[in-house]
């Protein structure tokens, strides 16, 4: 039983998956909480839910990034990586800033600095990301808070989504 923003208590189940490294060492997990499941259903259902909603995050056709308070990266989807054509071991615990160009550093900090400080619910900006060998990506950030069982923001959530063709044609 969990409780919402209102106060309000609803029945939810949580699904959460650990992941780890080849050798089998714990690198992070990652949680679902679904709304109006019974705990019946829940108790028989929640691996293979798991494995089907997997694609909530995983498999998302746009870059998922999971920002901690201080701009760290404390995970990304692989259609993220995908984007930016980088390994996770080289965005994982680093600054966000690390992955936009300079040019656009400053508003994004100052958009998302707006949205953890609760002077704007969610941000959306287009952002300028160094790509391989040089070339400039574009893509449409939108930005909106996480928040912990208490209200309190614990973090930022960033969906990305590659505008570079359509920048081009502009």
């Given at each position: ?49 798991a ?11 746009v ?98 989504i ?9």
């Amino acid at each position: 039983v969990l409780r919402g923003r209102g106060g309000q208590t609803f029945r939810a189940f949580l699904v959460q998956s650990d992941v780890a490294d080849a050798k089998g060492q714990f690198l992070r997990s990652r949680s679902v909480v679904l709304r109006n499941v019974s705990s019946r259903e829940g108790a028989e259902s929640g691996h293979g839910l798991a494995r089907r909603l997997h694609w909530l995050y995983d498999e998302a056709p746009v870059g998922i990034v999971l920002l901690d308070l201080d701009g760290a990266v404390n995970d990304c989807n692989r259609a993220f990586l995908k984007l930016i054509g980088l390994h996770g071991d080289t965005v994982i615990g680093l600054p966000l800033t690390d992955r936009i160009s300079l040019e656009d550093r400053a508003d994004a900090a100052a958009q998302l600095s707006k949205v953890v400080l609760g002077a704007s619910r969610a941000a959306h900006l287009d952002v300028r990301l160094p790509g391989i060998g040089g070339r400039e990506l574009a893509a449409s950030l939108y930005a909106s808070r996480v928040e912990d069982d208490n209200g309190d923001v614990s973090g930022l959530i960033l969906h990305f989504i590659d505008s570079t063709e359509q920048k081009h044609l502009e």
